[in-house]
């Protein structure tokens, strides 16, 4: 038996992997079957992209399109759930992201196989819980097929019926039975970093939804603040050098190429998702090491400006009371 899946997605300007997450979702679940909220995207190839695929069926909803609507994406996302129920009711709802791949864990492996994800829900058709997706496997940009497994970023999802609320970002809700949750071995294999330039277009584009034309100080204060959306702000401080690091170090790593297989069966240029550098260059080390510690040294130096001034004005405040 094949279920009635949906997705439900909102994105703005995902111009490396709309194109690819589309194909990728329209072969496992019909273009039908397929919801995606635009969050006013301008990116011409994003915007072709889109037009291309209601084409074939995908409905694509221009509604949103307003910066405040990216923070209510939970609200926007749970009352299209409600609303199929109502009209065009399937087994399951998945609110997903663009950088985010429906897959499931068999046997200790990871599964792009519909037989196998089917498998993996027909239990909970009808379960009136918050089901939730335990983990999901995060890609290097600079290591193709080696993920990360991620088990503190828990997801949900909703069988027939029971979806009540969903929060931003996907990792809580309620349903109608109340907040009760049923785990299952779906997951995502999510393309959350993207080549450095890339990651740092869509970060800028996510916090200037807060902070506009932030400079290196206000992205500072930002993070210290600890508001929606500051984990972008970090990237917008992050050096190359810093970036290609993080992946060289990372502790837990899968190696499983079941994804980018079936990428290329569908004539994706996987290419595209990783670093065109060679990293192990010495004239690409040089060149991000550079970088690095230039930027580093303008940074120390506008910390010693910021704590002189401030010295300053303090010692002016201790010499105008004395004198008064």
């Known amino acids: 038996m094949s279920l009635r899946i949906a997705l439900i997605m909102m994105q703005k300007n995902e111009t490396l992997l709309l194109d690819p997450w589309l194909k990728y979702h329209e072969t496992m679940i019909s273009a039908q079957s ?9 990116d011409p ?11 074939r069926g995908v409905t694509v909803n221009r509604k949103y399109n307003q910066l405040q609507d990216y923070s209510t994406t939970g609200i926007i ?17 998945f609110p997903i992201d663009c950088d985010e791949f429906l ?5 200790g ?4 196989s519909r037989d196998d994800l089917d498998r993996s829900l027909i239990d909970f058709i009808g379960n009136d819980k918050v089901l939730t997706i335990p983990r999901k496997y995060v890609n290097s940009p600079y290591h193709p097929n080696r993920y990360s497994e991620i088990p503190w970023c828990k997801k949900c999802f909703f069988a ?9 970002g996907f990792h809580a809700g309620t349903s109608k039975a109340g907040s009760g949750e049923a785990e299952t071995n779906i997951t995502y294999i999510d393309f959350h970093y993207n080549p450095y330039q890339e990651h740092r277009r869509l970060s800028k584009q996510k916090i200037e939804y807060f902070v506009a034309n932030p400079t290196r100080k206000e992205l500072a204060s930002y993070i210290k603040s600890q508001r ?6 970090m990237v917008l401080l992050e050096s190359e050098y810093s970036y290609l690091h993080t992946f060289n170090n990372q502790p837990k790593t899968l190696l499983d190429s079941s994804l980018l297989d079936r990428l290329e069966e569908l004539d994706v240029d996987v290419s595209k998702l990783f670093s065109d550098s ?8 040089a060149k991000i090491v550079t970088q690095h510690f230039y930027q580093e040294t303008i940074d120390l130096a506008d910390q010693i400006i910021f704590t002189l001034r401030s010295l300053a004005g303090t010692i002016k405040r201790l010499i105008r009371n004395q004198t008064q």
Not at 109 to 112: A, G, H, K, P
């Open 34 to 42: 397929i919801f995606v909220f635009d969050n006013g995207s301008n």
């Open 45 to 55: 190839h994003t915007l072709a992209t889109l037009n291309a695929a209601e084409c």
């Open 77 to 93: 996302v749970a009352e299209l759930i409600k609303y199929l129920d109502r009209e065009n009711p399937h087994d399951f709802y």
């Open 103 to 107: 897959a499931c864990k068999v046997n």
């Open 109 to 112: 492996q990871l599964s792009c």
């Open 160 to 168: 027939q019926g029971a979806c009540q609320s969903l929060v931003f």
């Open 228 to 233: 929606f959306n500051f984990h972008a702000a």
């Open 278 to 285: 060679n990293v192990k260059s010495l004239r690409f080390q």
